[in-house]
C-alpha cells in the first residue's frame, strides 16, 4: 500500500530563513505523481506542483523548490528566505493509478 | 488560471439528510476532483469526475453514499446521502487544467458542513 509520511509536524523559523519541508513516500509501482499543496490560515487550498515519477530533475520557482530523489523515495520542498506569508500547512501526496494518498501536513509558521 | 464557485459555502444538516453541493468553473475542465477534508485532518480524496463517464471512487468512498453528477465541462455536484456526524468535514472541488505544458491544479473555497 502506498503511504506519505511528513515527518516534521510543526516548524518555526525567523523571517529569511531558509527551511526544507520533508515528504518521503512509499510505492511499489513505478509510475505515480507527486504533489505540494499550501493552506494558508485562510483555508483555502493552493496546488504548487506536480511531478512525475519518470521526471527526478529538480524544480525552481522563484523561492520555491523541489527535490526529488528516488533513491531515497523523498520529494522535498525548499523554501529560500522565507516570508510571514509562507506560514501555512502544507500537504504532500502521492498518486498512483486510481489511488491518492496525503501526507499529515507540515504547519510551518515564519514569524518576523 | 481558472476560478471556480463552489456553493454552499457552509451547511448544518440534520442526521438522515442529504446535501448537494455544487461546483461551477469558468472555463471548460476535462478532470474534476472531489475532496474531503475532516477537522484538523489532512486531505483524502474521494473521487475524480470526467464528463462523460462514471466518476472514479477512492477506497472507502462509495457512489451510494456520495453520488456524484458531471452534465457537462463546467459543473459537478458531489452529494452526501443520509448524512451523519462523521460526514462533518469541509467538502472541496478540484479542477486539473493544462497550462504552459504543466498540469495545474485550481480549487474551490470549499463547503464547510456540519452535521448534526
Known amino acids: 500500500a502506498q503511504k506519505v509520511t511528513q515527518a516534521q509536524t510543526e516548524i518555526s523559523v525567523v523571517e529569511k530563513e531558509d527551511v526544507t519541508l520533508d515528504c518521503v513516500y512509499e510505492t511499489r509501482d513505478t509510475t505515480y505523481y507527486l504533489f505540494w499543496y499550501k493552506q494558508p490560515p485562510s483555508g483555502e487550498l493552493v496546488f504548487l506542483i506536480r511531478?512525475?515519477?519518470?521526471?527526478?530533475q529538480n524544480e525552481i520557482s522563484g523561492r520555491y523548490s523541489w527535490n526529488f530523489q528516488k533513491s531515497t523515495s523523498s520529494f522535498n520542498f525548499t523554501i529560500t528566505a522565507s516570508q510571514v506569508v509562507d506560514s501555512a500547512v502544507y500537504f504532500c501526496a502521492l498518486s498512483e493509478g486510481n489511488d491518492m494518498r496525503f501526507g499529515a501536513g507540515t504547519r510551518l509558521t515564519v514569524k518576523p | 488560471s481558472a476560478v471556480i464557485s463552489q456553493k454552499p459555502s457552509r451547511d448544518i444538516c440534520q442526521r438522515g439528510t442529504s446535501l448537494t453541493i455544487q461546483c461551477q468553473v469558468d472555463s471548460q475542465v476535462t478532470m474534476m476532483f472531489w475532496y474531503r477534508q475532516q477537522p484538523g485532518q489532512s486531505l483524502t480524496l474521494i473521487a475524480t469526475?470526467?464528463?462523460?463517464?462514471?466518476?472514479?471512487?477512492e477506497s472507502g468512498f462509495v457512489i451510494d453514499k456520495f453520488p456524484i453528477s458531471r452534465p457537462n465541462l463546467t459543473f459537478s455536484t458531489l452529494t452526501v446521502s443520509n448524512m451523519s456526524p462523521e460526514d462533518s468535514s469541509i467538502y472541496l472541488c478540484?479542477?486539473?487544467?493544462?497550462?504552459?505544458?504543466?498540469?495545474?491544479?485550481?480549487f474551490g473555497a470549499g463547503t464547510r458542513l456540519s452535521v448534526l
Open positions: 478540484s479542477v486539473e487544467r493544462r497550462e504552459e505544458a504543466k498540469n495545474i491544479q485550481y
Open positions: 469526475a470526467n464528463q462523460g463517464s462514471e466518476a472514479t471512487y
Open positions: 511531478r512525475n515519477s519518470f521526471d527526478e
